[in-house]
């Protein structure tokens, strides 16, 4: 009689890591369009937005993704929404694991620093820098608590200190004190699993940005990258996955 075939166990199937992200400023251009593919990529996307009904038109769009989207209202300098938002991830999914700070305004080429503003360079500070700090800060614990972020902040070449232009005063300094925030965050986090960068998308053809920039998914790619990261590498400055200078 011969012996019974030896049955060889299978592998069990891979489990997808199921991810939360929140994406701030994403109802419109380039944070919309990072919002787009991390859905695509089967995350669930918090999608924030300072008026919730643009939030909510821009989430429908979004409808039919591999993962599901869902927007938030979120202003990024008013702290009671912020405290709010993090409160409810934490009851309704309990983790975050990507933040990507792209709220962001007062890209004005025609302003000159000598005759800014002042008040416009508050504002892009409380949204560029204080924004950014204070939705980090907010949202650490749901990181912490599985050991695993990430925090991409996003930045611009022109707030690199080796960058010498006159114009757009208030966004060039308040980016410029966004990639300091970002690496004393990092040296801070580094081994937590907690990894943090700022990503430069580079001009791109938005509301913002203006037209002759490249193509919004181009510039929304390095910021996906930079999200999704497997291996560490955290306290960089990035555009199109490769260094760039502070």
Request: proline letters at 5%; hydrophobic letters at 45%.
């Amino acid at each position: 009689m011969s012996r019974p075939a030896r049955r060889v166990p299978t592998a069990p199937a891979t489990t997808p890591v199921y991810r939360v992200a929140l994406v701030s400023g994403a109802n419109r251009g380039l944070g919309f369009e990072v919002a787009r593919q991390l859905s695509e990529r089967g995350m669930t996307v918090l999608l924030g937005a300072r008026d919730l009904d643009k939030g909510l038109h821009a989430a429908r769009k979004l409808a039919g993704a591999a993962g599901e989207v869902v927007a938030v209202q979120l202003d990024v300098t008013q702290q009671d929404q912020i405290d709010t938002l993090a409160r409810w991830i934490e009851i309704t999914y309990g983790r975050l694991d990507v933040l990507v700070n792209n709220a962001g305004a007062h890209y004005d080429p025609a302003v000159r620093p000598a005759t800014a503003d002042i008040a416009a360079a508050r504002d892009a500070m409380d949204i560029h820098l204080f924004g950014s700090w204070r939705l980090s800060s907010a949202m650490l614990p749901l990181m912490r608590r599985h050991g695993y972020g990430r925090i991409v902040n996003v930045s611009s070449g022109c707030g690199a200190s080796t960058t010498d232009s006159a114009n757009c005063p208030a966004y060039r300094v308040s980016k410029s004190a966004l990639n300091a925030y970002t690496r004393v965050l990092a040296n801070e986090l580094d081994g937590s699993g907690i990894q943090v960068n700022a990503v430069c998308p580079g001009w791109v053809a938005t509301d913002m940005g203006g037209p002759g920039g490249r193509a919004v998914a181009d510039g929304a790619a390095g910021i996906v990258w930079a999200a999704c990261l497997p291996a560490p590498l955290t306290g960089g400055f990035y555009r199109d996955r490769q260094r760039i200078a502070w």
